[in-house]
């Protein structure tokens, strides 16, 4: 898994503040900026999580790329509607010898991993087969048509690869890019990184926490998930390790000021 944060506002947390001072003071479009230097920008993003205004902080996008992770990533985090996603097509791209991720709990079992190693080099041969076998059919049928045959293969692939890649595994590697307004990033981490949420996307989640804690760490200082701010919201289904989670994003957040 690799992420990486692409791009956001090189003033993120003046902007957010600049939004408040909107909403709070008595300014005009010309002079909103004027006072907001580092400390006064800060005031007004605690400010406004104090009282839970979150409005102003969607003013603010970041942009991240994300990839070594499974199709099964995929399905999760295209639920965050509020979000833009760019994926790598498999209509389009042939996924010949396909990279895959396997799951930590198979990887540390001898006889599952042997199991998923075999399931994984089957789908990779029969993938491959069904693609050839209506390349091959295309093909004839393009070239019938008068169509010359460099051009026939070229256009016969991309047909067969839309259609064989329907027996490729959820375990099949992707990558993306995903981008979020800082409003949306809070429901995100608060969902994603639970301990309840799914190893490979809670993963996903941390890393880009951590990124956004580097550069705008005041907006981002109480995020995570729920019970960072208070009592656990998921009742009884709690993992039950509320003071071992809020030690590790407060470490988290703490690494990443002195890394500043």
Not at 229 to 241: D, Q, T
Request: charge should be neutral; proline fraction near 3%.
């Amino acid at each position: 898994m690799k992420v990486k944060l692409l791009a956001y506002p090189q003033d993120v947390e003046k902007i957010v503040a600049a939004a408040a001072k909107l909403c709070y003071a008595q300014s005009d479009i010309d002079t909103l900026w004027d006072g907001l230097d580092e400390k006064k920008s800060a005031d007004f993003v605690q400010m406004l999580a104090s009282v839970g205004h979150e409005s102003p902080i969607e003013h603010v996008s970041f942009t991240f790329g994300i990839e070594g992770v499974s199709r099964a990533l995929l399905a999760q985090i295209t639920r965050h509607r509020i979000a833009s996603f760019s994926v790598q097509s498999q209509r389009y791209v042939k996924e010949k010898q396909f990279a895959f991720v396997m799951p930590p709990a198979i990887e540390a079992d001898e006889e599952a991993k042997r199991l998923f190693l075999e399931a994984m080099d089957y789908d990779i041969r029969i993938y491959n087969r069904i693609a050839d076998t209506l390349q091959e059919k295309y093909v004839a049928q393009y070239v019938a048509d008068g169509m010359d045959e460099k051009t026939a293969r070229q256009r016969a692939e991309k047909k067969a690869i839309e259609d064989a890649r329907f027996v490729l595994p959820n375990a099949c590697d992707t990558k993306m890019l995903v981008t979020m307004n800082a409003r949306s990033l809070l429901n995100f981490f608060r969902l994603r990184c639970c301990n309840r949420a799914q190893w490979e996307i809670k993963a996903v989640a941390d890393e880009m926490l951590r990124l956004c804690c580097e550069v705008a760490p005041t907006l981002f200082r109480n995020a995570g998930p729920g019970c960072v701010r208070g009592n656990c919201p998921e009742g009884k289904m709690s993992c039950g390790r509320q003071q071992e989670v809020q030690n590790f994003y407060r470490e988290l957040k703490e690494s990443c000021r002195a890394g500043q």
